[in-house]
């Protein structure tokens, strides 16, 4: 570098640290020294400060390689814009090196950088002017140098050598001179218009001048000095000449400038055409037909765009198999093409005269020109183009200007940019108010469209102005309607504000300007702007397509990479993409949320960077997405769609956690259930559960359930999940959403009118499993989201909506159960205001006594009560309250599990849980909150206290109403009936709480010793044929219905287990009344002990066979129900083992039939099996249960033909007020041998026989025992013998079981064969012994009816102890001798056959022979009356023989156990109700047996 310079080589080596700033700041500086003429070097002065030496240098330093090219070219593209003369001066500089390079021959190795550099330089036309030719030629500027060289001297010798033609003969140029002057001299108020055309004329006649060229004189004035339009016009509109004269004129200066390349020097052209125009001084079909280019062309552009965009939207959901480089290369090259393409425009509307037309009429602010030139092109085709927005928003500026100021004030210390109004009388004029914005401005408006994001500062002044506006009309006027800017300004959002906001790159300010602007509007203008803004607006401009197919592609590259670990940038990723644009974005993350649920969480955490507009469009989105016509139902309607079911998570996800709007999603779920389609309550429900913090109640602990019972306060500690801090804000939310808009009560109403028809609805499924879940989910959402609003909704609120009682069961079409859901806490608070009010009407109100609060109470019942059993008596039939009074109805449907009882266990549990006690670790604030928290439990524990008190004064003093004896006629059936109908079935199947409090309230019934309510008919009619009440059941029903029989068994079992119990709780209370007497002398029959026993073995018996109906039925719902309730009370059922076994063989059989095709089913069975199982080994025998009774001929004769010597012994058969059997077990009395309340009891005898058996004499069973075990002392002497022929028989049993298991299909027929001809000769023998027995018996009674001195007495004492009749104790004394004889032949018999047909089933071990001296001794036994020695030595000798023979009996124990169980459950599974009754009653005479054999 040559001394003295300005830099150094340092300088461009170290470039990127401070070679280029250092360069940079010089040429600045130097430019600002020189700001007139900085290219020029004046004398003397220093080369530091010469301009034109600082650029040489560079350039030389780029030309001779000391800077790269690619560093410098940066540099020299924004000198250019540094200065208007720089690019002049950089290619002076060129031409320097050029002479250098091609003259010089050290430099000329450096002449390719120099042709680089002139490349870099893009500026071609001044290089041009400047180079020579052979430079041009190899740079590539010039790609023909001969003809180009051919072209510049045909140029140069027209500007040069070729004289102009002037009409020098006529014209004098004097003339021309005076007009110049004057046309351009200063206007003031003296020179007018008027005074100006007559000098013009005078100029014209004097100087003899052209009018045509004087005209063009006037229009170059014009354009040189435009903003003296008003005179020129006004010149001009006096001057003599036509339109077409000015377009010719006019257009003759156009298409000059368009051979000349256009420019900004052709600017004033356009705003002189534009002024003319508006003048209406010129017409625009005149000067139109001379614009270029040619409307055709420019369509043409716009429909390439149109296409273009279509691709790009169209390539967007290709997914490409290529080559991903490949194509993220050719990405690129499309980003890079485009970039360019943009640089380029510019000079593309420099060329186009229409555009600049349209521009300048803009700008002189004609707008009516503007319009109808803009019809000529496609909707928004000019507007599209920058710079005409550019105009059009400059124009829009000043017309807002004046209402902005007024309604827009800015801080006094805050100087705002003002606009001040064209000076153009002609042009359109500023708005005053918002009707003239309307008018004036919003027309501009909806012609720019979208492309008002050129202008972000007029959107925020639009915004900030209809702000304003809006919140002045938002308000209703007296006719009903609101202003008309209120209704135009939607157009505005619609057409122009969020399609302005789609072009903005990631704006989150205007965003939330925009969204503070339409909050104004309910959610139903903004759906719909919203659905047009994503639907619509988007297709209908080529920029904004090709902005929601950028946005889409970077939205599928976001989603793809989307993890719980990754939120952090995924979600800014996100937010950035939904400033703008967010509809197409969240449609898109919707469908990835519905085909992958597990996207759900990671989403709604990505979503904490939105902008409130984002959040409400998401709640459109969410809506859209569920109002499209998909299949909701899925695995051959089975199965609600998981699609819907993942929306539903995520709604309630995506809600609880931001603040969306609410009103759309709730109104949508109440038209989809005005339209009768329930399947969308899951939405609801997910709502209600994630933002109410309002669980449903099905999937509670026990210790949860227990909670429930409690106070609010125990209820919100222990009975839910989830912490109320962790839902209060979104309840709150949810709250107001639902009372805003009104959708609080109607959506209850609607919720269970669907529940009531939705099984109707429905019946076109094929599968009722669906229709069953449909109604649980109608169901589950009407509770739970009724438990919110009675929760969080206070009373005054909910008092307003709520409809009375009376409307609920007439109008709103519901049923009992849900009216008074409904309005038991209306009831609850009505009570308890009106029990305060009478409390404070007393003086001391402080110092009452319980029994006082108890008497005011009372009061307040009677007067709240009143009234609303007035109101529900006509809902009801009269016969209904023949039976039972309107209170009673009222009550049971009005008191809860909280009036009942109080839950000390779980006050106590949570008490216990609290420790105020402040740590280390606790603040003294968070110890005082635990403290003040266990006060108040302790406080709600004494209160709930005194409320159960007041609850049971008053139950104690209503019971005496409640039923009514009506007649002769017992009431009990009819009055259980009612009750069950009406009350206790519809309430048990409600909630799972409801279902306890059944439970309880049949127990309550009992203790309050209610009148004419009868204990053992309400439970007999609950259990004795339950088939198909679990028929009918839906899934959750079973659940509750199973959780209510729970209870019930719970109560029955624990009067069953004990008899102190049962004499405590049980013995003298009305519900156990067997016989009620009409005289009030007598006393009435209880039921004693050991009768309820065999009642309770009864109803498990009972509910056994019902199940086992329903498991063999093969029907879904039966087999699903039957195994859900099973499992439901397991607790307490099975109680027996051999029912556990029956059921369980039936389980094992679901589990063979339904593992292959139904596995919901199998689940459930193998589910039940194992806990079955678990407990089976701890269920007692039969007889530990109960007394196995025996089957006697009076009892043969009451069931299976009746007879009328037989006396009921106690049952009154003849009684018209019934037996007990007939009231506890009705129709199905028949065939069943252990009922004792039948008749069959008779007999006092019976009772007194079994007393002397059981104390005097062995048993029959024992005999059986000894004779099979008898023979003991010979068995000593022959054990090497049995041991060999026990090692042959366990031989022969090895091969039969392996020919059983070959041939088991033949064995069966066999065994089966073999089992009918055994029962025939079974039933042969017992049809003789029974006929012996019957004319015994015949002969016994007619006998006693000699002796006895009344009938009445006896046939009263048929329930009685065997002790409270003394004169049938005498009479069993007298005939025990006889009649023990003949039970002990029967016995015997019945052993030998038993002993006959064991020998011949199949998995039995054949007992060894028996010996002669067994045989003799079993003969005698028959001969003799009194056979206790005889029995004492068999039972010692059979002692030694198991002994001797325990491990035998061991290996046989359990082969003979499952032979039992088969034929048991053969027998007792048989469809025919009849036949099963039979079996069943004869195992009871085998199984007493068989267990005390085995034993």
């Known amino acids: 570098m040559a001394a003295g310079g300005l830099f150094t080589l340092e300088t461009w080596k170290n470039w990127e640290k401070s070679g280029k700033a250092e360069l940079v700041q010089t040429i600045r500086h130097l430019i600002k020294e020189n700001g007139e003429n900085p290219g020029l070097s004046k004398p003397n002065q220093s080369p530091t400060k010469d301009l034109s030496r600082a650029l040489y240098e560079f350039l030389s330093a780029i030309v001779r390689g000391h800077l790269r090219r690619d560093y410098a070219r940066p540099v020299l593209i924004d000198m250019v814009n540094w200065h208007p003369d720089m690019a002049s001066q950089l290619v002076e500089i060129t031409t320097l090196l050029d002479l250098e390079t091609a003259a010089v021959e050290r430099f000329s190795r450096n002449r390719d ?12 036309r001044l290089l041009k002017e400047r180079l020579e030719i052979e430079t041009l030629g190899d740079a590539g500027i010039v790609r023909h140098k001969k003809n180009f ?38 206007i003031t108020d003296r020179i007018t218009p008027n005074s100006m055309i007559q000098v013009i004329r005078s100029l014209i006649g004097g100087f003899n001048l052209d009018p045509n060229r004087v005209l063009d004189l006037i229009l170059e004035s014009l354009e040189s000095r435009p903003h003296l339009h008003q005179f020129y016009t006004s010149l001009l509109s006096q001057y003599p000449c036509e339109s077409a004269t000015i377009s010719e004129i006019l257009g003759f200066k156009l298409n000059t400038s368009a051979k000349e390349g256009g420019g900004k020097e052709t600017q004033g052209i356009y705003t002189t055409i534009s002024l003319l125009l508006q003048a209406d001084i010129l017409q625009l079909q005149d000067i139109y037909v001379w614009l270029t280019p040619e409307d055709s062309s420019m369509a043409e552009e716009h429909q390439r765009e149109e296409a273009e965009a279509t691709e790009m939207a169209h390539r967007v959901n290709i997914v490409s198999t290529k080559d991903k480089d490949k194509e993220k290369e050719k990405e690129k090259e499309d980003e890079e093409r485009e970039r360019q393409e943009q640089q380029r425009n510019p000079e593309r509307y420099l060329n186009n005269q229409k555009i600049q037309l349209c521009i300048a009429l803009l700008q002189v602010g004609d707008w009516d020109h503007f319009q109808e030139i803009s019809r000529r092109f496609p909707d928004f085709y000019l507007v599209s183009i920058p710079p005409i927005s550019k105009a059009l928003c400059n124009l829009i500026h000043t017309l807002f200007e004046t209402v902005y100021r007024k309604v827009c004030h800015l801080p006094s210390r805050l100087q705002g940019t003002v606009i001040e109004p064209l000076d153009n009388p002609r042009a359109v004029q500023p708005a005053t108010n918002y009707n003239d914005l309307v008018l004036i401005t919003f027309p501009m408006l909806t012609a720019l469209g979208p492309h008002l994001c050129h202008d972000p500062g007029l959107m925020y002044k639009v915004l900030r102005t209809a702000r304003h506006g809006l919140k002045q009309q938002v308000r209703v006027g007296p006719d009903g309607m609101r202003g008309l800017f209120y209704y135009e300004f939607l157009d505005i959002l619609d057409e122009v504000m969020l399609p302005a906001l789609s072009m903005l790159d990631s704006n ?53 990479r989307i993890t719980k670990e990754t939120i952090k940038p995924v979600s800014r990723g996100i937010g950035k993409l939904t400033h703008n644009n967010p509809a197409p974005i969240f449609h898109y993350i919707l469908i990835q949320v519905q085909l992958y649920d597990n996207l759900i969480g990671p989403v709604v955490d990505s979503f904490k960077y939105l902008t409130s507009l984002s959040y409400d469009v998401l709640g459109y989105c969410i809506v859209e997405i569920l109002s499209e016509n998909k299949d909701r139902i899925a695995n051959d309607a089975m199965a609600i769609s998981s699609w819907l079911q993942a929306l539903s998570s995520f709604c309630g996800a995506v809600y609880k956690k931001y603040p969306i709007d609410l009103g759309g999603i709730l109104q949508f779920v109440a038209n989809q259930l005005k339209a009768e389609k329930s399947i969308d309550l899951l939405i609801l429900r997910e709502i209600v559960q994630k933002m109410g913090g309002t669980d449903t109640l099905e999937d509670l602990t026990p210790d949860q359930l227990d909670a429930m019972c409690g106070g609010e306060l125990l209820r919100r500690e222990a009975g839910q999940y989830q912490q109320e801090r962790n839902t209060k804000r979104s309840s709150v939310r949810l709250k107001e959403a639902l009372l805003e808009h009104d959708l609080a009560i109607p959506l209850l109403l609607l919720t269970a009118q669907q529940r009531s028809s939705v099984v109707y609805n429905q019946t076109e499924s094929p599968h009722l499993k669906l229709v069953g879940k449909l109604y649980d989910q109608c169901q589950d959402t009407m509770v739970q989201f009724g438990s919110y609003l009675f929760q969080v909704v206070t009373i005054d609120e909910l008092s307003g909506r709520m409809p009375p009682i009376g409307t609920l069961l007439s109008d709103c079409h519901v049923s009992a159960d849900v009216a008074f859901f409904l309005a038991r806490p209306l009831f609850i608070n009505m009570l308890n205001a009106k029990y305060d009010e009478l409390r404070k009407q007393d003086k001391g109100e402080k110092k009452m006594t319980l029994e006082q609060k108890k008497m005011r109470y009372l009061e307040a019942c009677s007067e709240v009560f009143g009234p609303i059993v007035t109101s529900i008596r006509p809902h009801f039939s009269i016969k209904v309250w023949e039976d039972m009074d309107p209170s009673f109805f009222l009550t049971f449907w009005t008191l809860t599990m909280s009036d009942l009882e109080v839950p000390h266990h779980m006050y106590e549990k949570e008490i216990k849980k609290i420790d105020p006690n402040p740590s280390s670790n606790k603040r003294k604030k968070e110890a005082d909150r635990l403290l003040a928290l266990k006060e ?49 079935f519809p309430r048990c199947t409600f909630t799972t709480l409801d279902a306890i409090y059944c439970a309880k309230f049949v127990k309550m019934l009992h203790s309050l010793k209610t009148p004419n309510f009868s204990t053992l008919i309400c439970y007999d009619r609950m259990y004795c044929d339950i088939t198909y009440t679990v028929a009918s059941c839906t899934e959750q029903e079973a659940h509750r219905y199973a959780r209510f029989l729970l209870g019930t068994l719970e109560t029955v079992m624990h009067w069953h287990t004990s008899h102190n119990n049962y004499e405590r709780e049980c013995a003298s209370y009305p519900g156990f009344v067997t016989k009620y007497r009409v005289s009030r002398q007598e006393a009435n029959d209880y039921v004693d002990y050991e009768n309820y026993r065999h009642v309770v073995h009864k109803w498990h018996y009972k509910i056994t066979k019902a199940l086992i109906t329903c498991l063999e039925s093969g029907d879904y719902i039966q087999i699903r129900n039957a195994i859900l309730i099973l499992q439901g009370i397991i607790q307490r059922f099975p109680a027996i083992i051999n029912l556990a076994i029956v059921i369980e063989k039936r389980i094992e059989m679901v589990k063979l039939q339904e593992r292959n095709s139904r596995n919901d089913l199998y689940v459930l069975a193998n589910s039940y099996s194992g806990r079955l199982k678990a407990i089976k080994p701890n269920l007692p025998q039969e007889p530990e249960f109960h007394i196995v009774p025996k089957r006697t001929p009076a009892a043969q004769k009451v069931n299976g033909t009746p007879d009328s010597t037989a006396t009921s012994g106690g049952a009154g058969a003849g009684d018209g007020k019934g037996t007990p059997a007939e009231q506890v077990d009705g129709k199905q009395a028949k065939a069943e041998a252990m009922e004792v309340a039948n008749g069959d009891v008779e007999a006092k005898e019976e009772r007194e026989a079994k007393k002397g058996e059981n104390n005097s004499k062995p048993t029959k069973e024992k005999r059986d025992v000894a004779e099979k075990k008898g023979g003991g002392e010979e068995g000593e002497g022959k054990r090497p013998e049995e041991k060999k022929r026990e090692e042959k028989e366990k031989k022969k049993e090895k091969e039969k079981e392996k020919e059983e298991r070959e041939e088991k299909p033949r064995k069966r027929s066999k065994e089966s064969k073999k089992i009918k001809q055994e029962e025939e000769e079974y039933l042969e023998e017992r049809d003789e012994r029974e006929r012996g027995e019957r004319d015994r018996e015949r002969e016994r009674e007619r006998e006693r009816e000699g002796s006895a001195t009344s009938n009445t007495s006896s046939t009263s004492a048929k329930m009685d102890p065997p002790e409270a009749s003394p004169r049938g104790s005498k009479r069993r004394k007298t005939d025990h001798s006889s009649k023990n004889r003949g039970k002990e032949e029967a016995s015997r018999r019945d052993h030998k056959h038993k002993e006959r047909s064991k020998s011949r089933e199949p998995e039995s071990v054949p007992s060894p022979k028996e010996s002669k001296k067994e045989k003799k001794e079993r003969k005698r036994d028959r001969s003799q009356d009194d056979g206790v020695e005889v029995d004492q030595k068999r039972k010692k000798g059979g002692e030694e023989r198991m002994k001797s023979n325990g491990r035998q009996e061991d290996e046989h124990k359990h082969r003979h156990r499952q032979v039992e169980a088969e034929e048991y459950y053969e027998r007792y599974s048989s469809k025919d109700s009849h036949r099963a009754d039979y079996d069943y009653e004869r195992e009871y005479e085998k199984q007493t047996t068989r267990h005390k054999r085995k034993n």
């Open 936 to 984: 108040k439990l302790q406080e709600e524990e004494k209160r709930q206290k005194e409320h159960v008190e007041r609850v049971l004064a008053r139950l104690q003093q209503e019971k005496d109403r409640w039923f009514t004896l009506r007649g002769a006629r017992s009431p009990k059936n009819d009055t259980v009936t009612a009750f069950l109908q009406l009350c206790l």
């Open 508 to 560: 989150p300010c205007m965003a939330e300007e925009i969204w503070e602007t339409l909050k104004f509007y309910p959610y139903q203008h903004r759906y719909k702007l919203y659905g047009r803004w994503k639907n619509e607006t988007c297709n209908q401009h080529p920029a904004l397509v090709r902005r929601r197919t950028a946005l889409l592609k970077k939205a599928k590259f976001i989603m793809m």
């Open 149 to 186: 060289h051919t072209k510049q001297i045909k140029v140069k010798t027209k500007l040069f050598y070729k004289q102009q033609k002037f009409n020098l003969l006529r014209e004098e140029t004097e003339g021309y001179a005076k007009l110049v002057t004057e046309l351009n001299q200063e």
């Open 113 to 124: 950088n120099l042709l680089g550099l002139l490349k870099s330089l893009d500026a071609d």
